[in-house]
């Protein structure tokens, strides 16, 4: 057995020290890490997240005093409600079971009625937001979303 002075065998104390400590908070960091998860919301989540933005757009529009608004507030709710059903059909392609086939439609019946307001009146508006609410409400309940 060899000996080793004491200045050395501090030096080497220290250093093995400092190694363990390094790797205690690598370790420590990469649990962390793992442990922090994906902060992105699953494909479903993202839906669903989406579905309910749509359903916040439409009740605004079916809030609207749809007699005396004017055509910027209908068109401005309106811009709102089809920027949300792009976002239900583009994150409704991530997830297998979600059927938006006919989300297209109830948009296209719906726009079509607040363009016929001066001639039709506004019970065509409200049926064409009743249909995009119950399409909204199927596709919602085929994804299992939550509350929706």
Known sequence: MTHIPDKERR??????????????????ISVLSACGGDDEPSAE?????????????????????????????????????KDATDEVVQSAQDVAQADVSELQGSLDELESAIKGIPSDGVEPVQSALADLGDTRQSISDGAG???S
């Open 45 to 81: 989540e993202q839906l669903c997240s989406d579905l309910d933005s749509l359903s916040d757009s439409v009740t605004a529009l079916q809030d609207l005093d749809l007699s005396s608004a004017s055509p910027d507030e209908l068109q401005s709710d309106l811009e709102s409600v």
């Open 11 to 28: 030096r080497l104390a220290r250093t093995t020290r400092v190694l363990a400590g390094l790797l205690a908070l690598t370790l420590s």
């Open 145 to 147: 979303c939550d509350g």
